[in-house]
Structures are given as C-alpha cells and as structure tokens.
C-alpha cells in the first residue's frame, strides 16, 4: 500500500498544503494554535466540543440503514424517505445559516480529536452494514418493495458515507486517514475516485479540462457519463504519468488505480463466494447508485461555472465564486460541510469543521437533497439555474459560462 503516500492533500488548483492562504488575507498565527498565543482557551475548547453534536447528526443515516436491515415494510425505505423527502421539507422552511466559526474557534476545532473520530467510525459501520446487506437479502420469502427500498437506502449510504467521507479523509495528510478512505472507496467501487480528485479535479476546476465540472445546459444524464468515463481516464493518466516519471510503465502494483481494481475484484469475489450472486449483484446495485449520486452532486457543484482566461492563456486561480455553496443546516451537518463546497476548494487540505461561508460564494437555492431531485427534471433545472449562473458571470469577472 505503499502508493498510497503519494496521494496527500492538495490545495486547491493543485496548490500544495503549505499554502496559508484563506479567503482572500493570510491566515493568523492563532489559526494554527500559535503556542505563543495566550488566550482563556478552555471555556472555548468546551464550546467547540459540544459543536461536534451538530455534526453527530449525520449518524441518523447510518442508523436508518441498519433500520432498514433489521426491519420490514416501510423502515426498509427510511432513509431515502428521510433524505430525500423529509430533509428538503424541513430545510424549505428553516432559513440557511451562514455563520462559522472564528479564527480562534477554528484553531481549537482543528486539534479536537471528537470531530474526526466521526468519520474514522464510518469505515467499520460501512463494511458491516454491506455485508449485512449481502447476506440480509439473499434471505427467502422477501416483499420485492422491501428489496427494492434496501438497495436504494445502502445506495444512498454509499454515496452520502462512503464516497463523501472518503473524500474528506482523502485530503488529510496523515497515511492512516487516506488508508481509511480506501477502505471506504473499495466497497464503493470507486477507488479511482481518491487519485483523480486531489490531483485531477482539483487542479482543473471550473476549466475545460475537468470531466467533474458540469457545462452550462448540459443534462444530468450526459454528465453522468461524461463525469465517471472521463474520471477513470484522468484517474489513469495521472498515475501513468507519474511512474513514467520514475521510468517504470503503467502496470504494475505501484499503479494506485490498477491496485484499486484488484482491491474491488477481491472485495466482489469474496462477496460472491459468502453470500451467491444474488448478494454479487446487490452489492453491484449499491455501488453504482452511490456513484451516480456523487455525480448528481458534483453536478450540482460547479454547473455552469468556469473560471477566466488569463492573457497568457491559463486560466485564473480558482476562487470562492466558482463553485456553489449550500449552508441549509441539515445538509451542512449530514454531509459533513461538504455543502460549503467553495471554501473547500480555495483549501482542500482544511477539515470539515473549520469550513466557512464567504460572503462572495454563490448560493443555492435550496439544500442538496432538493437540488438532488431538481436536477433529475433537466427542463426544471435549467430553468431555476441557468438565469442564477448567467447573474454569477455578470458580476465577477473571473468567472465565465462553461460552454462546451
């Protein structure tokens, strides 16, 4: 597992995490807990660790899931119930928040251990959960709706706590966190993913050359296949290109998406030889709706958005305005401020939890469920968002359409 050092975290357009850039200022010494900062820190260091209850929410999926697993009838369908009816419901009448922690709150929040033992948990309950699931529904006599809703919750769990939480430890520095999110990424079958979103997707944002960045008035359906084909292509050439750099070809062990492959091929064998083919195609089903549900949401990220073109032809540094953000609080929390979506690219290798809302990011109109389901309806999409994209461009001109 060697490989797996050379995929730390990178800034954003590929600047590296030395950068101490944030929202357009340097960042204060007390930001990086500055030991010769003195400050009542110990009030504060209370107060952020209660802030990790907001973030405790999101285990509510996990929960359901295991509902769903345990349960009949309507539980089997709790979670895309809950994720996709009840919390655009609720965030249509609660009004988004976008407030954020101080400097000195973030310094406190980066060294609190509590917010990152709730992903590092995510990767046993994710693979007990699947296996689970495999041997739950090979089980006789079972209600064709009562499979049909287990698929779709363990896709939505894929997709919300496997992918999503892979790539928050993705960017982490630490060789144990990224080894989590390949844990993570296996079951998912989509390995890959880690390679060309820090060294791909990062470093081309908002440009031409990026498959993850949705084209203004292009389709969800046409970007699904865009998106992953294209994904698995970069992911590829990003990993030949660096072992022609230590002169040895693309297939070999050291290739990080040929070892994904093999990782995902003897996750599905042993699948197959537990629980039959029946829990094979199951499992094949959960994966490939979490992927298109991390596609509908890179979609959603970045539609119509592309970043200016320099005089000397490379494009502007990427900024908070060519991404969108979402502060609906329910979605900030479940999905881990994966929603403040434009400070996350300004810096990748920041945590979730010191992620803020900057005043020039443009916003969404509605959560990420609801955009979710906004965007399966093309003729309504466009509707609702081409005119806040055209309003985008016209007011900063770093930011242009992205026009095929």
């Known amino acids: ?129 699947t296996f689970w699931f495999a041997w739950r529904i090979t089980r006789p006599d079972q209600p064709v709706l009562d499979s049909i809703g287990r698929v779709l919750t363990m896709g939505a769990l894929c997709g919300i706590y496997g992918i999503n939480v892979a790539h928050e430890l993705g960017h982490r520095s630490a060789r144990a966190e990224r080894v989590l999110a390949w844990m993570l990424l296996v079951p998912s079958l989509y390995t890959h993913f880690i390679v060309e979103h820090n060294h791909g997707h990062h470093r081309y944002v908002a440009t031409a050359r990026d498959p993850a960045s949705a084209r203004y008035g292009e389709p969800l359906p046409a970007f699904w296949l865009r998106s992953i084909l294209g994904s698995f292509r970069s992911a590829w050439s990003i990993e030949r290109e660096r072992l022609a750099k230590s002169g040895t070809g693309p297939w070999t062990m050291r290739n990080a998406v040929l070892m994904g492959l093999v990782l995902q091929g003897i996750y599905l064998c042993t699948i197959l030889l537990l629980f039959g083919p029946l829990a094979l195609v199951a499992v094949v089903a959960e994966a490939m709706l979490g992927i298109l549900l991390l596609e509908t949401i890179n979609y959603i990220e970045h539609y119509g958005l592309r970043r200016a073109i320099r005089p000397d032809g490379g494009s502007v540094r990427v900024q908070h305005v060519h991404s969108w953000n979402s502060d609906h609080v329910l979605g900030r929390a479940l999905l881990f401020e994966l929603t403040r979506h434009s400070d996350h690219h300004y810096k990748a290798s920041l945590k979730y939890q010191a992620l803020n809302s900057p005043a020039n990011a443009p916003e969404l109109p509605a959560g990420y469920p609801a955009m979710v389901l906004l965007a399966l309806i093309p003729p309504l999409w466009r509707r609702v968002m081409d005119p806040r994209v055209r309003a985008v461009v016209a007011r900063d001109p770093s930011c242009v359409l992205a026009i095929p």
């Not at 928040?97 to 994710?126: C, H, N, W």
Request: with cysteine; hydrophobic share 50%.
């Open 1 to 129: 597992m060697g490989f797996l050092i050379t995929y730390g975290a990178t800034g954003g357009a590929g600047r590296k995490t030395s950068d101490t850039r944030h929202r357009g200022g340097a960042y204060p010494r007390a930001y990086f807990g500055d030991p010769m900062v003195r400050s009542p820190l110990r009030p504060l260091e209370a107060h952020v660790r209660w802030r990790v209850l907001f973030y405790a929410r999101a285990w509510s999926g996990p929960a359901l899931a295991a509902l769903a697993l345990l349960s009949n009838g309507f539980w089997c369908w709790g979670l895309p119930f809950f994720g996709f009816v009840v919390v655009p419901l609720v965030e249509a009448f609660v009004r988004p928040d976008r407030s954020g922690l101080t400097q000195q709150e973030i310094s406190v929040a980066l060294k609190e251990p509590l917010f990152d033992m709730l992903l590092y948990f995510m990767v046993p309950m994710f693979w007990g959960l």
